[in-house]
């Protein structure tokens, strides 16, 4: 029993569309009995339903297996409270570009997503799948010993298989495993490059391999532009752009700089945050 694992692919279908030839390779090799994605499907990279669209062909060739990330419920928040300030800047113009970029099809199918999985294969021991956490799609529980051991307490399946931290690992705690999957469309594990997982069943446990998964990120920035994403999303493209580059959080590191010149000036974490203070922060960074 063999599973290829996706996990972050924030709309960088070039390197979906890689990473799915790998899994055809390995179908016609050894085999794949389906595939589990992690959440994050969507948001920063150009051309969403391009992602929409090699995940529906996915599903026509491959069992498929999905659950919801914390971007899937930022757009599904936005459905629902339009007038929540999104607009074409730093703060929220990628999501805002994402957002019109979908279908009501589209948002209903991740409404329709649970944040927590359980897979039960015939003769394989039992997986949970999540994004973050079993109960919370932007919790962090890597590297926290005892949320792991919380979680690994109460899922049902043997292994717990989380994404979001766009970085790979492994811990253990009551007699079960959790796997972090790497990101596929913006890793930051620091030049290990794009990845996924390959899970295999071996005498009633679970074992695995991280795959690398390349494309050419030059043609990729140029969809920046042509996208006009670059523009509509200002500092916060550059950012992804670099981190498509260089696997370091860019974005993490930016927006906690901007947030700290602007509290000097007595702005809050309340406000959105001026467009000003995203400019000084990257230039500090030296991101523009």
């Given at each position: ?26 179908r016609r ?26 995940l ?32 074409y800047?730093s ?96 890793p ?40 006009g ?8 493209a ?30 809050s974490?309340?406000?959105?945050l ?15």
């Amino acid at each position: 029993m063999r599973f290829a694992v996706i996990s972050d692919i924030h709309s960088n279908f070039m390197a979906l569309e890689n990473a799915l030839c790998i899994v055809e390779e390995q179908r016609r090799g050894h085999g794949i009995d389906g595939i589990i994605f992690l959440g994050d499907y969507l948001t920063d990279f150009p051309y969403p339903q391009n992602t929409l669209r090699l995940l529906d062909e996915c599903r026509a060739e491959f069992p498929c297996y999905f659950v919801r990330g914390n971007r899937e419920d930022y757009l599904i928040r936005h459905r629902y409270a339009p007038e929540d300030g999104w607009s074409y800047t730093s703060s929220s113009g990628s999501l805002l570009y994402t957002y019109e970029n979908l279908t009501k099809d589209d948002l209903d199918r991740f409404e329709a997503m649970p944040i927590c999985l359980d897979i039960n294969p015939e003769g394989a021991a039992g997986i949970t799948a999540c994004h973050g956490s079993p109960k919370n799609n932007k919790e962090w529980i890597m590297n926290r010993p005892q949320l792991i051991d919380k979680y690994t307490a109460d899922i049902g399946g043997d292994v717990l298989l989380c994404g979001h931290t766009h970085r790979g690992g492994v811990a253990e705690a009551n007699g079960k495993r959790v796997i972090f999957c790497p990101s596929v469309g913006l890793p930051q594990d620091r030049n290990h490059g794009s990845r996924m997982l390959i899970l295999e069943s071996n005498r009633g446990s679970w074992r695995y391999r991280s795959v690398s998964v390349d494309y050419d990120k030059h043609k990729m920035l140029t969809e920046f532009h042509r996208s006009g994403l670059y523009e509509r999303a200002g500092v916060w493209a550059k950012c992804i752009i670099r981190s498509m580059f260089d696997e370091h959080d860019h974005a993490a590191r930016c927006v906690a700089l901007a947030w700290k010149i602007a509290a000097a000036d007595g702005i809050s974490g309340g406000q959105v945050l001026p467009e000003k203070y995203w400019e000084a922060a990257a230039s500090e960074l030296s991101l523009i």
